[in-house]
């Protein structure tokens, strides 16, 4: 749930998937087992999205982002990358990028990149090398921060040239579950309630637009999709707003996270947070 990072990450040297090897598991729910990340790639055959749901600090978790990105590349014919770190009104500057058009410092500096950009940068530079689509997609945050201060409403007094980079009006709060976690999650900074949980849904919604926008103009491609885990755990918050967009459309999902109890995992206690759980080492050195 972290967005735009206000603090300065610790620069780690990228690890490879050889180097972390003994520092993840992965769990596939359905079958009840842990698997490679061969086994894995092979069972996205009739996925259409991935929800990689990931905590923001875990460096094994984004050097499996790679890992899996680059397989999915390699076994399927067409793949896209979606990302929650990047916003709707910088997709041009992203595609000048990826064109080869716009140095790095001007790209990472005019997109916004995240503070802990390192972490990803592996995964924009192999879309550069290798022609494949970014997709900014989640909402810029000065209109976040609108949402926050007055309520989802407000989007609708935006100019219409504005309205270009958001999801079509008005934007529906999930209630139940996703808010009940929510809140949870708040604890004692409330900070408001409704209006940060009405953020939430409004990042919700732009990701899950942003998705479905792409796929209509690019048919037959699958999609991972990069999000803190929060948006998409138990299929909930985007995953659920995407599903409800199109129903059928076949999305798995993949919780990710360090994991306590890495040694001897309690993996029932995971299984309903996604199609499949990667708990890593909680004692590898985290981004920041």
Request: hydrophobic letters at 35%; proline letters at 3%.
């Amino acid at each position: 749930m972290k967005h735009l990072l206000a603090i300065i990450c610790i620069c780690l040297p990228f690890l490879t998937v050889a180097q972390t090897s003994q520092q993840y598991k992965i769990y596939d729910v359905k079958n009840e087992k842990t698997i490679s990340i061969d086994e894995l790639i092979k069972g996205l055959d009739k996925t259409d999205v991935l929800f990689f749901g990931e905590e923001h600090n875990d460096s094994v978790g984004h050097v499996l982002e790679m890992e899996i990105f680059k397989q999915m590349h390699n076994t399927y014919s067409k793949v896209a990358l979606s990302m929650e770190m990047f916003h709707t009104d910088v997709q041009p500057i992203i595609n000048e990028y990826l064109g080869g058009y716009i140095s790095e410092k001007n790209f990472t500096k005019e997109a916004r990149a995240w503070n802990n950009y390192k972490d990803y940068r592996p995964l924009i530079e192999y879309a550069k090398t290798n022609k494949l689509n970014v997709i900014g997609a989640n909402g810029a945050a000065r209109y976040s921060n609108m949402v926050s201060r007055s309520g989802l409403d407000v989007l609708n007094t935006l100019p219409k040239e504005s309205k270009f980079f958001l999801p079509p009006l008005p934007i529906d709060t999930a209630t139940g579950r996703y808010y009940d976690k929510f809140i949870k999650e708040l604890g004692s900074h409330n900070m408001g309630g409704m209006k940060i949980y009405q953020t939430q849904s409004f990042w919700d919604a732009v990701m899950s637009w942003s998705i479905v926008k792409y796929l209509k103009k690019n048919r037959n491609t699958k999609v991972l999709q990069l999000n803190g885990r929060f948006h998409s755990d138990e299929r909930l918050g985007t995953l659920a707003k995407l599903k409800d967009e199109l129903k059928k459309l076949h999305i798995s999902n993949l919780s990710c996270f360090p994991s306590t109890d890495f040694s001897a995992p309690d993996w029932q206690k995971y299984k309903h947070l996604g199609d499949y759980i990667i708990i890593t080492d909680p004692g590898v050195k985290k981004t920041f």
